[in-house]
């Protein structure tokens, strides 16, 4: 389990054009050039028969001369990057350029790289790294009175707070909508913040970095929490906490979090929870990322297409996560009402919809059913809906009338 740690510090500013342009310069010589030489050079000493001899005869010559010449050509391509990088690093240290979440295309592109390799941006370019925080009006609000109060003037005793998936961003809550749905039939575009402030909710949307380990992610979660509803402006009567995909794992993550400083070894934010809603969250794990990794390993069996496999395992350790989920070592909190909606592309019957489920997370899964048929959640009360993907329960009507009733 877990410890809960407070935030040491309000979020830092995100990185410039100029920065994303060093990461590329970065990844195209570590990833993209490392992979097209090695499985040229791979190649080369398979068809030529040089990768087991130990001496070369004269008709080997041309073959070694041409192995020669391609690592020349692919060091040179490599100096190149990184002196390239190393400018461009330059000239990001000085503060130019234009800020990566100024446009929404930036935001994006931002929210997918974090995704991807985010654990390695929080260590080798923090700038570009996305900070936990609660999001207003397209900035970060430090969880401090004064900050709140200022963010949220017409805050309610009741909050709601949204936690998005892989990739994602804050953002992801008003832009989503499932139409055309894969049955072809458009349906009309709900938004579940405007849904729950039509129900007396306050809504507080958070962005996160979804390239970090997933128990990372609940440990700061949780902290962010406590710090949140200590400094909420007005006395709270009802929390509430909606996750889409890997955000409902690390809503779970927070709750396995635990306080030595508290009588019931909880976070004060645990004791105040009363609802928790998960949308196609993965909890036994998602098939997309079990493929990955065996097809990583896969690749790795032969030198010429090792580097691809190399590319596969690029993924970030919030991706490995997604394997397998969380299990029975994460109980569901006492007395919090949890629902949990999953989905699948045609209906749940049908082979496609058993098999692929949403196109990401199986419908098992994401009503958290184990193999055996055990509920992780024995109480919780589960919705499925058919001909819906997994960003179609982003902005469904059926969910909104269940947020509804859930949340009346």
Do not use: K
């Not at 570590?30 to 090695?38: C, G």
């Not at 969250?281 to 496999?309: D, I, K, Q, Y």
């Not at 019957?349 to 949403?358: K, Q, T, W």
């Not at 990401?360 to 009360?381: H, I, K, N």
Request: hydrophobic share 45%; glycine share 12%.
């Amino acid at each position: 389990m877990s410890t809960a740690t407070a935030p040491a510090a309000p979020p830092a500013p995100g990185g410039t054009v100029i920065d994303a342009l060093g990461l590329l310069a970065e990844v195209g010589e570590e990833l993209v050039l490392a992979t097209v030489r090695d499985t040229h050079l791979a190649i080369a000493q398979r068809a030529h028969g040089l990768a087991t001899r130990g001496t070369l005869g004269l008709g080997a010559l041309p073959q070694a001369a041409h192995l020669g010449i391609a690592r020349g050509v692919y060091a040179g391509i490599g100096l190149g990057l990184r002196g390239a990088g190393r400018g461009l690093d330059r000239v990001a240290a000085t503060g130019h350029g234009p800020a990566l979440d100024a446009t929404r295309g930036g935001r994006l592109a931002t929210a997918a790289v974090n995704g991807l390799i985010g654990d390695r941006l929080a260590e080798r370019r923090p700038e570009l790294a996305i900070p936990l925080a609660v999001r207003v009006g397209g900035r970060d609000v430090w969880p401090d009175a004064d900050e709140l109060a200022a963010a949220f003037p017409a805050a309610g005793p009741r909050v709601a707070v949204l936690v998005h998936g892989l990739c994602e961003d804050d953002e992801v809550w008003g832009d989503a909508a499932p139409a055309p749905a894969p049955d072809g039939v458009a349906r009309p575009r709900v938004r579940y913040p405007e849904v729950l402030r039509a129900l007396g909710w306050t809504v507080v949307v958070l962005r996160l970095n979804t390239g970090l380990p997933v128990r990372e992610n609940g440990a700061a979660l949780s902290a962010l929490l406590d710090r949140l509803l200590a400094h909420w402006p007005v006395p709270l009567e009802r929390f509430a906490l909606i996750g889409h995909s890997m955000g409902g794992l690390v809503i779970r993550a927070a709750s396995a979090v635990r306080d030595p400083a508290r009588p019931d070894g909880l976070p004060a934010w645990a004791g105040r929870v009363g609802d928790v809603v998960t949308l196609a969250t993965p909890h036994h794990g998602a098939p997309l990322a079990w493929g990955v990794g065996h097809g990583s390993r896969a690749l790795a069996r032969l030198p010429e297409t090792a580097a691809f496999g190399r590319i596969l395992d690029w993924r970030s350790r919030g991706v490995h996560d997604l394997v397998v989920g969380l299990g029975e070592e994460v109980p569901p909190l006492p007395g919090v009402s949890y629902r949990l909606v999953s989905a699948c592309l045609t209906t749940r019957r049908h082979p496609v919809g058993h098999a692929l489920g949403d196109l990401l997370v199986r419908t098992r899964s994401a009503q958290a059913v184990d193999r055996a048929g055990r509920r992780l959640f024995p109480g919780a009360e589960t919705v499925h809906l058919d001909h819906t993907d997994h960003f179609g329960v982003l902005a469904h009507p059926e969910v909104a009338a269940h947020l509804r009733r859930w949340l009346a």
